[in-house]
DNA sequence: CTTGATTTATGACAAGTTGTCACATATAAT
DNA sequence: ATTATATGTGACAACTTGTCATAAATCAAG
């Protein structure tokens, strides 16, 4: 997190670092990148810059939580327009999604990220259905309550976050592989959607309903 | 890949470079690691190491190439155990493989490895199952010859293998998160087995044996 | 407005990193 | 013995990073 100090500066000058860093970050990952082109890219002192952030990490992790998708919405609209259905929203939001990232003026900076996403920035990038950080939402604005559960094997709450969560990685290692295949955004999507149909629907075949086998 | 000067080394040097790298690797992620140290680690001078290897990546993926589970072999004994089920096979082998990573001797090499896992090292991490890169192997060798193809709803070859490729992402995926969260062997591995049973029978229930909602 | 307290700005610096290169020393081949 | 060829070496330039003494700006209050 900045420090107050940065949050104190200028519209302008934390403007002018902000700029500076996408500029470093939209052409190199984070580990390539250098606090002296940033501090260099904004014309700000070296020491100012340790006085807003702990180090680059820091300020990374920063851009990521100021420019990522504000996903919250997008789901809620995504499952209620397909009324609830699993599938069919999430469908409906991942191409969205997928769409938003790709398609991003912000282009060069999400590619090195998802050049080289580990854990750490994948847990950053990604909204918590289950918001725990924050205090506890109202009933009926989480996104666990406009999803119809009746669909689901699961039974208990926590199962469902589960499975919401990692339906959520799995969107964004598809993404992840679809910057490192240079796949496009179409080609990206239907990857992601041929997944969600994996995991919806299942790879085992019901038994009964097909015996013919030449 | 080392230089045939590598290989051409004595035994000895050879195993002393690896055994140095390996200490710096099993307590520093790749980035953190430092040539530096290596070399000083295995009493080589700075110059020699760049006449083995290109960079500090290229004897990283070296050494994971090199401890790596070799689980083509683990792969075929699992499935042909459990008469190619697409779901036990991939069960047995996935609780066996995550038993070896969490419990080998070069656990932080591992460790350092999960915890600071991307797409590439994922790659260099994994089998492949289609062995593209290798040669064609003859019919019967292939991982995909001893899976029980009629369970499954894929049509085409294709598709089997990049379901097969899917489940050994998301194993690698699942390790990631138990290094992270410190998930005990027996932990990591339930999450493991619950994703594929996910992935194997669906999470949307079938809608004619249930509909009593309360 | 002047004085003193607090906050912000600065760049030189130590201590580290990487990759290279001219040169030294083996080892092999004729 | 004398060339080739292969391997070994550490000083070096060019970069990092995080710190710190110091300077400048801003604020507070008599």
């Given at each position: 997190m900045p420090t107050q100090t940065f949050f104190n500066l200028s519209e302008e000058k934390q403007k002018r670092l902000i700029a500076g860093a996408m500029k470093e970050f939209s052409s190199k990952s984070l580990n390539d990148?250098?606090?002296?082109?940033?501090?260099?890219?904004?014309?700000?002192?070296?020491?100012?810059?340790?006085?807003?952030?702990?180090?680059k990490k820091d300020l990374y992790f920063y851009l990521i939580g100021k420019f990522r998708y504000n996903y919250r919405q997008l789901m809620f609209k995504s499952f209620k327009e397909e009324s609830?259905?699993?599938?069919?929203?999430?469908?409906?939001?991942?191409?969205?999604?997928?769409?938003?990232?790709?398609?991003?003026?912000?282009?060069?900076?999400?590619?090195?990220?998802?050049?080289?996403?580990?854990?750490?920035?994948?847990?950053?990038?990604?909204?918590?259905?289950?918001?725990?950080?924050?205090?506890?939402?109202?009933?009926?604005?989480?996104i666990i309550d406009v999803i119809d559960r009746s669909q689901l094997k699961m039974e208990t709450e926590k199962e469902v976050i589960d499975i919401l969560r990692y339906i959520l990685s799995?969107?964004?290692?598809?993404?992840?592989?679809?910057?490192?295949?240079?796949?496009?955004?179409?080609?990206?999507?239907?990857?992601?959607?041929?997944?969600?149909?994996?995991?919806?629907?299942?790879?085992?075949?019901?038994?009964?309903?097909?015996?013919?086998s030449r």
């Open positions: 990148a250098s606090i002296s082109n940033i501090v260099k890219n904004s014309k700000i002192s070296r020491g100012s810059f340790y006085q807003y952030f702990e180090d609830g259905d699993f599938y069919e929203g999430y469908k409906h939001f991942g191409e969205k999604y997928i769409k938003y990232i790709m398609e991003s003026e912000k282009f060069g900076f999400f590619e090195n990220m998802y050049m080289h996403m580990n854990y750490q920035i994948n847990q950053e990038a990604r909204v918590d259905v289950n918001h725990t950080s924050q205090q506890k939402l109202p009933e009926g604005k989480r799995m969107l964004n290692d598809t993404i992840m592989e679809g910057f490192w295949k240079e796949l496009s955004v179409n080609e990206t999507q239907k990857l992601f959607v041929k997944r969600l149909n994996w995991i919806t629907y299942g790879v085992k075949n019901n038994k009964e309903e097909e015996e013919e």
